[in-house]
């Protein structure tokens, strides 16, 4: 049960993650190589990576019903298959199973084969997936209406207001509201984010600035087949990790809408805890320990401490290079974004073109897209030098 659940809350974290990153592709923000984390969770992994989707059952702390019942179940069956549908990336399929489980539920409300809760229960899960969609294809009015009517739902089942999936719904809200420009119901949903995962996490995050351990990374075994085991955790440890990560992203997602907003001197703390959270739940030689890295780099390079974010850029790379990680390909973009600004041309335009070959191996569109501009920007001002030499 807790290997189970265990997972449809990683899956969860995980569809949140590629929805709040959605806001910083949608923006122009600084000319710096950002983060791409659809790539860090693609749709054939998050497949593999168990059932679950977005605000699902179990993160609700509720069943459809015994097990046995629910594999006759055609309500819950539908729901099955739309999220199996949702986590392959195909959308359209997705979207349809969504609106035949609202469809079913209406039916058997109707003829009182489940009850008003489980319909309530049933068509906030189904509104939470149609607004993961609507989010994941640029339908940002529509996706606010859904997030909001599942967040209706899953008060009116009882749910404390600081629970994880409370938590969850309400940054991409403030994810959505950032992308609008409305700055301060943003904010106060960022705010609200922070206040209501921190105090959860004050004794851990007190263990980790002393020194004392308390570490939340598990690590992984391997089987006599070679296989990557899944470490056995408890449901208590689950829901900290959980915290624990959602307070990760509410720190990195709020450090960039400061950044955004050039309120550097508040971002940078954000950014440092936040890498403070990776480093002790997901491990340094994880990709979101890179976007984190980068984030900071990003921050320095923006307020012209250069020193400091070429140190930052060349320790995360060393951890890319070694551990094999496409975020890698954006700490050299950024590199590269460092050395022109430094003057050194050649420089920059080797970090760029290695930023470009990863970027291909890793598809990761928004890294390639960065490091063509780095190249063709060097190239610019290598014509430019040759010109004035020769004019001379």
């Not at 749709?43 to 059952?57: D, E, F, I």
């Not at 298959?81 to 979207?95: F, I, S």
Request: one cysteine or more; aromatic letters at 6%; charged letters at 30%.
């Amino acid at each position: 049960m807790a290997t189970s659940l265990a997972r449809r809350l990683r899956q969860s974290l995980r569809i949140t993650e590629r929805i709040i990153t959605f806001q910083w592709n949608c923006r122009d923000g600084p000319k710096i190589a950002r983060t791409h984390i659809y790539n860090v969770f693609k749709p054939r992994k998050l497949a593999l990576a168990g059932s679950g989707l977005g605000v699902s059952y179990a993160l609700f702390g509720l069943s459809f019903g015994k097990k046995d019942d629910e594999e006759k179940d055609e309500l819950t069956e539908t729901y099955r298959n739309a999220r199996l549908a949702h986590a392959r990336g195909d959308l359209k399929k997705a979207d349809d199973l969504y609106q035949d489980a609202l469809r079913i539920a209406d039916e058997q409300v109707a003829a009182k084969k489940i009850t008003q809760d489980k319909l309530i229960t049933s068509k906030t899960l189904m509104y939470d997936g149609l607004a993961d969609i609507a989010m994941q294809t640029g339908q940002i009015e529509t996706a606010e209406k859904l997030y909001k009517e599942t967040m209706k739902g899953c008060l009116s089942q009882g749910m404390e207001q600081d629970a994880n999936a409370i938590v969850e719904l309400a940054l991409k809200l403030a994810s959505i509201y950032a992308i609008m420009g409305k700055k301060e119901e943003a904010e106060e949903g960022y705010k609200f984010c922070l206040q209501a995962t921190q105090p959860k996490m004050d004794e851990r995050e007190k263990q980790w600035r002393a020194g004392k351990g308390g570490s939340l990374v598990k690590k992984k075994k391997v089987d006599v087949r070679g296989q990557i085991e899944e470490p056995e955790i408890s449901e208590q440890e689950e829901v900290e990790i959980n915290t624990a990560a959602l307070l990760g992203m509410t720190l990195g997602s709020y450090g960039r809408f400061l950044l955004y907003e050039k309120r550097y001197t508040e971002a940078l703390p954000l950014f440092e805890k936040a890498r403070l959270y990776a480093e002790n739940t997901l491990g340094t030689e994880s990709n979101q320990y890179i976007v984190v890295l980068n984030d900071l780099a990003t921050l320095y390079i923006v307020t012209k401490n250069l020193s400091e974010a070429e140190k930052i850029l060349k320790d995360g790379i060393k951890i890319s290079d070694s551990a094999k990680l496409g975020e890698g390909a954006s700490l050299y973009c950024n590199l590269g974004a460092v050395y022109l600004r430094k003057g050194q041309t050649m420089e920059a335009m080797g970090a760029c073109k290695t930023g470009l070959e990863l970027a291909q191996v890793f598809d990761h569109k928004t890294a390639y897209k960065m490091a063509e501009a780095c190249l063709h920007k060097g190239v610019s001002v290598l014509s430019g030098t040759s010109h004035t030499k020769q004019t001379t």
